[in-house]
């Protein structure tokens, strides 16, 4: 019963890829996120989508494109992959967009691109 | 398995007490600890690290392998100390394990 899964965990790929990650929450929640992990841990938001709608796009390249089917899901599609693109990906959720309730996150996914 | 637990959901403080949020980890290995911030509104941030044995906004936390916790403290709580903090723990892979979260209020 895994509230917010995320597949792949690990992604090996090679430069000039097209690669998606995948998010599903069996939360029920109205929001969700995608962050990039730096290597000193800070977690930069990326994307928000509430209700399927996008809320939060933050400076990020046009090779990112997340996107929502339902509210259950945010896929990360990225297009074109770059030696920088290589970091771990958090999917996250929470109820609402407030920031007044927890935030609930998947495991991550490390992508290493070569 | 590796687990971070934060016991409380919810904490509420009188402005003025002192604040202690807690964290405990399970690892078989060296842990790397955080802890993180959101406040109403804003975006996640990272507050504090162990390895940095730093104070920001008054907070501290130390590591103490022997209880495998790492509690977050303020000796006097703020208002705008009002937020969800989640712990954290940096696995071998280099991912971020987090915690449920631990919504602090502080009550005037």
């Known amino acids: 019963d895994t509230a917010v899964s995320q597949t792949p965990k690990y992604l090996v790929t090679q430069m000039g890829n097209d690669k998606s990650i995948k998010c599903e929450q069996n939360l029920g929640h109205d929001t969700m996120y995608w962050y990039k992990q730096d290597s000193k841990k800070f977690l930069k938001i990326m994307f928000s989508y509430n209700n399927k709608e996008l809320i939060i796009n933050e400076t990020v390249p046009n090779r990112f494109s997340p996107k929502s089917p339902d509210k259950a899901h945010l896929n990360l599609h990225i297009n074109s992959l770059e030696l920088g693109d290589s970091a771990v990906y958090f999917c996250?959720?929470?109820?609402?967009?407030?920031?007044?309730?927890?935030?609930?996150f998947g495991p991550g996914t490390r992508l290493t691109v070569l | 398995a590796q687990r971070v637990t934060q016991p409380e959901k919810l904490l509420s403080v009188f402005k003025g007490a002192p604040v202690e949020l807690k964290c405990n980890y399970s690892?078989?290995?060296?842990?790397?600890l955080f802890w993180y911030v959101q406040y109403s509104r804003q975006r996640l941030q990272l507050l504090l690290r162990?390895?940095s044995r730093e104070s920001i906004k008054g907070f501290t936390a130390d590591l103490n392998k022997g209880e495998t916790s790492f509690h977050l403290k303020k000796p006097f709580a703020q208002e705008e100390d009002s937020a969800m903090y989640y712990c954290a723990l940096s696995a071998w892979d280099d991912k971020i394990i987090f915690g449920k979260g631990t919504r602090l209020h502080i009550l005037p």
């Open positions: 996250a959720s929470s109820q609402d967009v407030t920031g007044t309730t927890e935030q609930f």
């Open positions: 690892y078989s290995g060296s842990p790397e």
């Open positions: 162990h390895i």
